[in-house]
Every structure is written in structure tokens, then in C-alpha cells.
């Protein structure tokens, strides 16, 4: 029989025997087989909102006229238009006049050219008239030379003298008929080019006239360019002297819209063609669209002295919302797979 003192001794001993036996328990493995696996991760890409179909409108540049243009007309802001709507007229009042009397010009030279002709006509009728006449004489001194025998001789030296001017004559006339068709139709030809000269800048004015009045080129709304006026930047009004060549509006189509952003050269892995992705705008947080890869630029690029590459993306937008305006600030979040 064990004495008192060694029965703690045996039981800690059985304990622990009989928990290195024990086989691991079911709720341990299903702990192990219900780890979820590790959520994908997101990119954000900052872009700005731009239309697919744009139509920027500047100051007409006027041939032949410098200085400033006055603004007549503009299309008010966020109006939409239609293809051929007027969108800014200008001042056209030095232009109608110089059209006009262009035009003036131009029907004066005209008027002057059909008179040359006429008048090159009439001379030329002459100049045969008298050629015809000259031949005539000429044959009548030869009939009358044929009668030397019958004659006294100084009826005949009359005779000869007379069919030598008569020969002389017709010979003279000849000459100057070539010598002045080729002056009278050097005449004309100057005043020809003096009016074709003139056609030129008569459509050049009515040109001008035309790109004073600017009409809409496709279908869309009206964004009004910000221009320097006044010591401040600001849209553009009606009254305002502007230069040629200066930004005046904008027309896009609202019904296409995309966002266009630079993707820095890490996550260009994830520029696949046609690749989904969600849009945010950040001055709508609440707003969100279905947007995909247009296009890529398929090598990165970088500013000038930068070590930092990226490439060139477009983002089309599947929806359409008036908030979707250009030069919109947004944020193109694109799901990294791991």
C-alpha cells in the first residue's frame, strides 16, 4: 500500500499522462477552415472630368484689320444650343462698309473691262475698215499704172507716186494693226487683273463679315471661357473690346463625358483594355458612376527633370448626370487584386 505522501506525486503524473493523449478538438478546426481570404484593394486615381466632343470658339482673326473687336452678342451660360444656333456676334460696322465699297470698286472695274472690250472691238472694226480701204486704193493705182503706155508721162509719174503711197500705206497699216491689238489687249488685261484683284478683296470682306457671327457646330451647352477684363479674370459681356485669337466659349456634349488622369508607373499593371472602374466626383461625394478604359498611352512619361513616370489614361463614363460638367475634379478608383 503507497503511503500518504507519494499520492500527489501519482496523480499529477496520471494528469498529465492523459492530457498528452487528448486529440484536438473540432472547434479548432473549424476556427482554421472559416478564414476569409484577404479583401482586394483599391486604387484611387485623380483625373479631371472632360467632354469627348468639344468645340472651342475664339475671337475671329480679321485679315487686313487691327486693334480690338466689340462684342454684340454672346449665348448666356449653360444654355444649351443646337448646330447652327448663334453663339457671339461682334461689331460689324467697319466691316459692312469696307464690303460695301469693295463691292463698289469691284462692279466699277467690271463696268470698265466691258467697255475696254467694247471699245477694243469698235477700233479693231475700224482698223480693217481702213485696211480694206488702203487695199482698195492700192488695186485702183495698179489699174491705173497699166495705162502708163496710153498716158502722157507726167500723168504716169502721178500714177506711179500714187501706187507707191497706196503700197506704202497698206504696208503701214499692217504693221500697226498687230502693234496695237497686242496694246489694247495688254489694256485690258491690266484692268482685268485690277478687277479680279479687287474680286479677291471683296470676298475677303464679306469673309470677315462672315466670322463676325458665330454659329454652333454641333449640339451641346454653352461654357463661357474666362477671359482678362478689367483687372480681373471673368466671363466675357456683351460691350467688351476683345483681341483676336482670345478664348471665348466652349461647346461640349453633355451626353459624353470621361475622365481623363495621369496613372502613376506602379499601377500601369493595372491599365487593361476595357478594365471597369467607379468614378466620384469631389464636389458630389454622394455621386458615383460606372466608368472603363478608353485608352492608354501605352509608354510613361514624365515633366521635365522628374523622375516620376505616368501614363496618359481616358476613363469613359457608362451614365449621364447635369452634375458632370468639365474640368470637374474625380477620383477613378480602380480594384487591385492580390
Not at 479677291?200 to 469673309?207: K, Y
Not at 464636389?283 to 510613361?300: C, G, I, N, R, T
Request: aromatic share 4%.
Amino acid at each position: 500500500m503507497a503511503s500518504p505522501a507519494a499520492l500527489p506525486v501519482t496523480c499529477v503524473c496520471l494528469l498529465l499522462s492523459a492530457c498528452s493523449r487528448l486529440p484536438p478538438t473540432p472547434v479548432a478546426a473549424a476556427e482554421l477552415r472559416s478564414v476569409a481570404p484577404l479583401p482586394s484593394a483599391q486604387v484611387r486615381i485623380t483625373g479631371t472630368v472632360q467632354a469627348v466632343k468639344v468645340f472651342p470658339v475664339q475671337v475671329p482673326q480679321i485679315s487686313g484689320q487691327g486693334g480690338r473687336l466689340t462684342l454684340t452678342h454672346l449665348a448666356p451660360n449653360g444654355e444649351r444650343v443646337r448646330r447652327g444656333d448663334l453663339l457671339a456676334e461682334l461689331d460689324s460696322t467697319q466691316q459692312t462698309d469696307l464690303a460695301r465699297q469693295a463691292q463698289a470698286k469691284f462692279e466699277d472695274l467690271g463696268y470698265q473691262v466691258e467697255q475696254r472690250r467694247a471699245q477694243n472691238r469698235a477700233d479693231a472694226e475700224k482698223r480693217l475698215a481702213d485696211l480694206h480701204q488702203a487695199e482698195a486704193d492700192l488695186a485702183k493705182a495698179q489699174i491705173q499704172l497699166r495705162k502708163g503706155p496710153l498716158l502722157a508721162e507726167i500723168e504716169l509719174l502721178k500714177n506711179q507716186a500714187k501706187f507707191e503711197a497706196a503700197q506704202a500705206r497698206v504696208a503701214s497699216l499692217k504693221r500697226s494693226m498687230q502693234a496695237r491689238e497686242q496694246a489694247e489687249a495688254a489694256a485690258l488685261s491690266i484692268l482685268e487683273l485690277q478687277r479680279d484683284r479687287q474680286k479677291v478683296g471683296l470676298e475677303r470682306a464679306q469673309n470677315n463679315l462672315s466670322k463676325l457671327a458665330i454659329h454652333a457646330t454641333l449640339d451641346g451647352m454653352v461654357a463661357l471661357e474666362n477671359i482678362w477684363r478689367s483687372g480681373s479674370m471673368g466671363h466675357a459681356r456683351e460691350g467688351d473690346q476683345l483681341w483676336s485669337g482670345q478664348p471665348l466659349i466652349r461647346i461640349f456634349d453633355p451626353s459624353e463625358m470621361e475622365v481623363r488622369a495621369f496613372v502613376g508607373e506602379p499601377e500601369g499593371a493595372l491599365l487593361r483594355p476595357g478594365v471597369a472602374c467607379r468614378v466620384r466626383l469631389d464636389a458630389y461625394p454622394a455621386l458615383a458612376f460606372d466608368a472603363h478604359l478608353e485608352a492608354a498611352s501605352p509608354v510613361a512619361s514624365s515633366a521635365l527633370e522628374s523622375p516620376v513616370k505616368t501614363f496618359a489614361a481616358r476613363f469613359r463614363l457608362h451614365q449621364t448626370d447635369p452634375h458632370l460638367l468639365p474640368d470637374l475634379s474625380a477620383a477613378v478608383i480602380l480594384e487591385a487584386k492580390p
